[in-house]
């Protein structure tokens, strides 16, 4: 097998929506891990934010950091696609806005993976206090290294991500039909473990700066259900069932649809109120870490009910 080839730059991506504050957090935290080293670049893409976030950006990025300015919201895999047409590196970091990297040799622990010979490097994703959504997103992240493990090499996250740029654009970069929440990510892994090796890097983690309530994580999932779910089971069978979609998946068990639709109306309720026993401290850990993971597929199934209700199936 060829050497891989070397990597004398970096280009790293950071897609924004109204959320200027923190992409300019995000921006000085990759300056910092790369003082010294000219030979990494920062590119920020505002996704048609239409508000003052643009100004913002223009007026307070570090020099150096280049700012790409959609005139509409085109979603986050459209905005990432600007991001890679316009990058200089022979590798692309992809970086959310609401993270920042916790190692100070994050970028040179994902760098080693692609030079020991992987397309793409991806890693764990924590939280931000050592509360309830912290240990929950560590809990995930553990789960999803354990898959990689077992050979489902599409579990990671492009909240963390590294890739060559060679294998990126080989496999045409990001589908932009997904508009939505979900599965852009697992559908580009997908594709780049079909050209080459994805390292599972444990010592590189991103910190996940948002803040996370039940209600958030039970709309996301509902509209990745409603909105992206399709066309990733379509286009990725097999990864879909692996990943463990297919079977909370109403399209695909008609038996699943009365429960959908026993359950929607009060999803929004159930989620405030376990928000509520969780600000207050009265949700031990494993009944917690239960209860999500339920609404969390509830969430998903009631999605899937209501796409094939509104066409989108």
């Known amino acids: 097998m060829a050497a891989p080839s070397p990597i004398a730059r970096l280009s790293v991506v950071i897609p924004v929506y109204r959320d200027a504050d923190?992409?300019?957090?995000?921006?000085?935290?990759?300056?910092?891990?790369?003082?010294?080293?000219?030979?990494t670049e920062i590119i920020v893409v505002d996704d048609g934010s239409g508000d003052d976030t643009p100004e913002r950006l223009r007026a307070c990025l570090p020099e150096g950091v280049r700012l790409i300015e959609l005139q509409e919201n085109r979603g986050r895999s459209s905005a990432r696609q600007e991001g890679i047409a316009a990058a200089r590196g022979e590798a692309i970091m992809f970086l959310d806005c609401d993270c920042e990297p916790v190692e100070a040799d994050f970028l040179d622990r994902h760098l080693h993976s692609l030079r020991q010979g992987c397309v793409a490097s991806t890693g764990p994703v924590i939280g931000t206090d050592g509360g309830f959504w912290d240990r929950y997103q560590r809990a995930a992240s553990e789960r999803r290294r354990r898959l990689h493990e077992r050979g489902v090499p599409y579990t990671g996250s492009t909240q963390n991500l590294m890739v060559r740029t060679s294998a990126l654009r080989s496999v045409g970069g990001f589908d932009p039909r997904y508009r939505h929440y979900g599965f852009e990510d697992?559908?580009?892994?997908?594709?780049?473990?079909?050209?080459?090796?994805i390292a599972w890097t444990h010592d590189a983690t991103v910190r996940h700066l948002d803040r996370v309530s039940m209600l958030s994580v039970s709309n996301k999932m509902r509209q990745c259900g409603r909105e992206s779910a399709w066309l990733f089971a379509t286009q990725?069978?097999?990864?879909?069932?692996?990943?463990?979609?297919?079977?909370?998946?109403?399209?695909l068990h008609r038996r699943l649809k009365m429960p959908a639709r026993l359950f929607a109306p009060v999803l929004g309720h159930a989620a405030r109120w376990f928000d509520w026993m969780e600000a207050r401290g009265a949700m031990p850990w494993p009944a917690g870490f239960a209860i999500v993971r339920f609404l969390t597929a509830i969430s998903y199934l009631v999605g899937t009910c209501e796409a094939e209700t509104t066409g989108r199936a």
């Not at 992409?23 to 990759?30: E, F, Y």
């Not at 990725?236 to 069932?241: E, G, L, M, Q």
């Open 22 to 39: 923190r992409a300019l957090n995000a921006a000085a935290r990759i300056l910092a891990l790369s003082a010294g080293n000219p030979a």
């Open 186 to 197: 697992r559908d580009l892994l997908v594709r780049l473990a079909e050209v080459g090796d």
């Open 236 to 251: 990725h069978p097999d990864a879909y069932r692996k990943l463990g979609y297919a079977s909370i998946d109403a399209r």
